[in-house]
């Protein structure tokens, strides 16, 4: 449907992030729902910004089950926030350093305090708020601290955008687009309990929660119709 996903477990997942931070040549992981993958069809730069990121993981349980309608099924669904974690667990257990980048002033403070109580050893290099009009200074900041892992939380589509745009220029090892991720390390927003994403549900707990998210949802119906269609389409011409 336009974007190409890697197909991995949470633990090739993982290994792939630890390589790429090792390489350090400012790589970039994105995260796209069925909202970032339909938004990539009116969006030309939004589109290339994704197939030019090193690792496309699926974040939406509409992406694995467009992929299996598809017949090009997906291992499974991988939240971008809990990748984001294990990686902070392994950069606190290897000594990897942390910038955070996003969310409202002052959350990102908030949200290193936090990691810093979950690990205690977590070298967190430096914080920035998401609402900076020239991105050279924050270039800047983020080059001196030279972190291993950047989190890029800036909601979509402007954090494939940045990521896409500032790679070349960034001194980094690898770089996340994770959207809300700093407002729930905070505690600013709460994910949905466990029992909802058991179910698959937490898109829906996010809206119950957030009802302006239901516009944004509203087009997910025509996103499986979509693929229901192209698989029509490729029964009929004898490829699926
Ligand atoms: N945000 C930001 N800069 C902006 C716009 C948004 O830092 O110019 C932050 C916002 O404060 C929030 C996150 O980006 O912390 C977007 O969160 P959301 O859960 O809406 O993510 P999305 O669903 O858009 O990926």
Not at 125 to 154: Q, R, T
Request: charged share 25%.
């Amino acid at each position: 449907m336009g974007v190409g996903f890697d197909d991995l477990t949470r633990d090739e997942a993982i290994t792939l992030c630890k390589n790429l931070i090792e390489e350090h040549r400012g790589a970039y992981m994105v995260t796209p729902n069925p909202e970032i993958v339909m938004a990539a069809w009116d969006n030309p730069e939004l589109h290339r910004a994704i197939c030019d990121a090193d690792l496309v993981i699926p974040d939406g349980i509409g992406v694995v089950k467009a992929a299996k309608i598809l017949g090009t099924p997906l291992k499974e669904r991988l939240p971008g926030i809990e990748i984001g974690e294990a990686i902070l667990e392994y950069a606190s257990n290897v000594g990897k350093s942390v910038f955070l980048l996003g969310a409202k002033p002052g959350v990102a403070e908030l949200a290193a305090q936090k990691m810093q109580e979950m690990y205690p050893k977590l070298n967190i290099c430096g914080v920035n708020d998401g609402y900076f009009k020239d991105d050279a200074p924050v270039i800047e900041k983020i080059n001196a601290a030279k972190p291993d892992f950047l989190m890029v939380c800036l909601g979509f589509p402007k954090q494939e955008l940045w990521m896409a745009e500032n790679a070349p220029k960034l001194d980094v090892g690898l770089m996340a687009g994770l959207g809300g991720s700093l407002d729930v390390f905070a505690g600013t927003v709460l994910r949905a309990p466990e029992k909802w994403q058991r179910m698959n549900a937490e898109w829906l707990y996010r809206c119950i929660k957030e009802p302006w998210r239901f516009k944004r949802i509203a087009r997910l119906p025509l996103f499986i119709l979509k693929a229901i269609c192209k698989r029509i389409r490729k029964f009929f011409n004898g490829k699926g």
